[in-house]
């Protein structure tokens, strides 16, 4: 019944790592969804698919929102005005999701603790999911379109390289 959220694969490309990074967002907001759907599964299933979706949006995505914000946007401000535009856009939108994301954690540690809860939390588990998968579509998209592009032409061979340094340093640390 669950989706399965593939094994991170290495790259030395910056933007084909951040690439797998919208790939796995958009895997955990989708399976968020599934979880409300649920009808019939396993408590099991439903405590691992829901602490599964905790860890990935209070470990892993914070780290790439810092890829973006930390590492990208410093070296792209200032480059291009369209770029620039959509820079704005990414912090706005990453502040936007920070109040869904802390409800679907929230909602998520509790039925990875009591997953025989899942009636009482559905109905509000489909709303966050539903509406960050929404969010989640448009915003990354908006990054593929413009941000991502901008990082293979605007910056230059070594710029590329030190973000993919940073990108991996952050993913170290957490380890």
Do not use: N
């Not at 019944?1 to 990074?21: A, Q």
């Not at 759907?37 to 698919?49: F, L, Q």
């Not at 109905?123 to 990082?151: K, W």
């Amino acid at each position: 019944m669950w989706i399965e959220i593939g094994k991170k694969r290495t790259h030395d490309d910056v933007v084909d790592l951040l690439l797998d990074c919208h790939g796995r967002i958009r895997a955990f907001s989708r399976l968020a969804e599934r979880i409300a759907d649920a009808r019939g599964t396993p408590e099991a299933e439903i405590a691992e698919a829901a602490a599964r979706v905790r860890r990935y949006f209070s470990v892993a995505l914070p780290l790439h929102v810092a890829d973006e914000e930390e590492s990208i946007l410093p070296r792209l401000s200032g480059k291009d005005a369209a770029v620039d535009a959509a820079l704005r856009r990414m912090e706005e939108e990453h502040d936007g999701h920070v109040e869904p994301l802390r409800r679907l954690v929230e909602i998520c540690a509790a039925l990875a603790e009591r997953p025989a809860d899942l009636d009482a939390h559905r109905a509000r588990l489909g709303q966050v999911a539903g509406a960050l998968v929404r969010a989640f579509d448009a915003h990354l998209a908006a990054e593929e379109e413009t941000v991502f592009p901008a990082i293979r032409t605007l910056l230059d061979s070594e710029e590329r390289a030190a973000i993919f340094r940073e990108v991996r340093a952050r993913r170290r640390a957490q380890d």
